[in-house]
């Protein structure tokens, strides 16, 4: 049973574009939402997180939207640009840790200039 | 501060055989976890060890196993490897509480 679903699973998006990533998970009780990048040959690196009694969270040009209600969350990469270009990961935990991550399956993104 | 190392970063075997891969945790962390990623499963949790003690176990076969040391270093263990084996496995460390993990940059398994 998939518990984060994600997609798209691929995107190419223009210099100076949006990317546009989402997620939907199923365990209410999850209380964490952290989003990793991965760049070829390197591991996951936390790239943003967002707990769910705050609606948005922006850290430069990344962006968490998240809908308790809907239990959906995005990232959104304003002015993307090709170093941007990475696999995505959403993933959900308990916050206090004591769980193991459950990431969605990634979505490889492209930015072309 | 160093952040979390694997080695070997490579690794080549045949089908039979067994690995063990090693993970040092970023200094002051005492929990780790195992992950295996894939292109069709993406990233599935292994298992977790804090205090040398397993507190969480994935949906993977006994053929998978694990440890940790005392100064918090984990090892993971394959026995008899299947070509299915063949993955990038990633340790995370996280301190003793909270959500926030830390990944190494894997270890590549190729079984042929």
């Known amino acids: 049973q998939q518990q984060v679903k994600q997609s798209p699973q691929s995107l190419i998006v223009q210099k100076g574009g949006i990317s546009i990533i989402n997620c939907a998970y199923e365990?209410?009780?999850?209380?964490?939402f952290p989003w990793y990048q991965q760049f070829p040959g390197k591991g996951p690196a936390l790239l943003i997180a967002i707990r769910p009694d705050v609606s948005e969270k922006k850290e430069g040009r990344f962006t968490i939207s998240f809908n308790k209600s809907a239990k959906q969350f995005s990232l959104h990469i304003m002015d993307s640009q090709p170093g941007d270009s990475a696999t995505y990961f959403c993933a959900a935990i308990l916050n206090s840790g004591n769980t193991p991550l459950v990431f969605g399956k990634g979505t490889r993104l492209s930015v072309i200039a | 501060k160093a952040g979390v190392t694997q080695t070997p970063r490579y690794l080549i075997k045949t089908r039979g055989q067994q690995v063990t891969l090693s993970c040092s945790p970023i200094?002051?962390?005492?929990?780790v976890s195992w992950y295996q990623q894939t292109p069709g499963q993406g990233l599935q949790f292994l298992f977790e060890y804090f205090s040398e003690t397993q507190r969480n176990k994935g949906n993977f076969p006994g053929r998978f196993s694990g440890r940790q040391f005392s100064n918090s270093r984990s090892e993971m263990n394959v026995s008899t490897l299947e070509l299915g084996d063949s993955a990038l496995y990633l340790c995370?460390?996280?301190?003793?509480?909270?959500?926030?993990?830390?990944f190494g940059a894997g270890t590549r398994l190729s079984v042929l």
């Open positions: 995370a460390s996280s301190l003793l509480e909270g959500p926030i993990q830390y």
């Open positions: 365990n209410t009780a999850f209380d964490y």
């Open positions: 200094s002051g962390h005492r929990s």
